[in-house]
């Protein structure tokens, strides 16, 4: 395993988030402060509605929180207009999702070049920076074709090179494997593990999977409210305060 870097990619302070629902107030977790270092990759796990999804839409700036602040760089991220906040996540965070969130209409080079045509960026640059990525990831021979003519796991690797673009400081993944069969899954994330050691990408991943899980440097359960940490194997590596 790499070293993990001692300096801190994201992290949250009181985070606490609260839905209301008719007459009663749901709590999904409260105070919540959470170190994530550069080149740290962790799973966070727990029952399913606990507020797993909504803690990683929360560090990819996707939703805010009812209190608490998420820190980019020293800065608070939701003190940005919607506009900043669209641009910035743009810019440095990829996401993928269990359902992939792919654009029926284009194929795969079109679907991972989007963030990047978002982005103002030359057409030319983008389309060569899409290629060499689905080319890493195994998927040459399936550029032009569209999203129903791919495997569930070429979408996923798909939706994974379309995170990576624009080169992320942090890539978060919702249930990354959950609609794959075991051998694509397992493959997906020897894929995740290979990118964070080759790259130093920074990741967060919720998932039910004990495999993943297993896979990462610090497993943390979202549990009554509160986050707490399972397995770290950073540990002996660094200390950080906040």
């Known amino acids: 395993m790499s070293e993990v870097k001692q300096s801190i990619e994201v992290h949250t302070l009181g985070l606490t988030k609260v839905f209301e629902n008719g007459t009663h107030?749901?709590?999904?977790?409260?105070?919540?402060?959470?170190?994530?270092?550069?080149?740290?990759?962790?799973?966070i796990v727990g029952s399913s509605g606990v507020g797993k999804s909504t803690l990683l839409n929360i560090l990819g700036a996707l939703e805010k929180p009812t209190s608490g602040k998420v820190y980019y760089g020293g800065a608070d991220v939701f003190l940005q207009s919607e506009r900043e906040l669209a641009n910035f996540r743009n810019r440095n965070i990829g996401f993928v999702f269990q359902l992939h969130c792919l654009l029926p209409e284009f194929?795969?080079?079109e679907n991972v070049m989007m963030p990047g045509l978002?982005?103002?960026?030359?057409?030319?640059?983008?389309?060569?920076?899409a290629s060499d990525l689905l080319d890493r990831l195994g998927l040459s021979e399936?550029?032009?074709?569209?999203?129903?003519?791919?495997?569930?796991g070429e979408q996923q690797r798909v939706a994974v090179a379309r995170a990576l673009l624009l080169k992320p400081r942090l890539f978060l993944a919702d249930e990354p494997s959950g609609n794959l069969d075991s051998r694509t899954g397992r493959s997906l994330h020897e894929l995740l593990v290979s990118l964070n050691e080759s790259d130093g990408l920074t990741m967060v991943i919720v998932t039910h999977n004990q495999e993943l899980a297993s896979m990462m440097h610090r497993v943390l359960r979202l549990k009554d409210a509160h986050l707490r940490d399972e397995r770290d194997r950073s540990a002996d590596c660094l200390t950080v305060s906040v």
């Open 142 to 152: 399936r550029v032009k074709h569209r999203v129903g003519e791919l495997s569930g």
């Open 118 to 129: 978002i982005a103002g960026l030359p057409r030319s640059e983008v389309r060569s920076r």
């Open 107 to 109: 194929n795969a080079l």
């Open 25 to 43: 107030s749901i709590e999904l977790f409260k105070e919540l402060d959470l170190v994530v270092r550069k080149g740290e990759r962790i799973a």
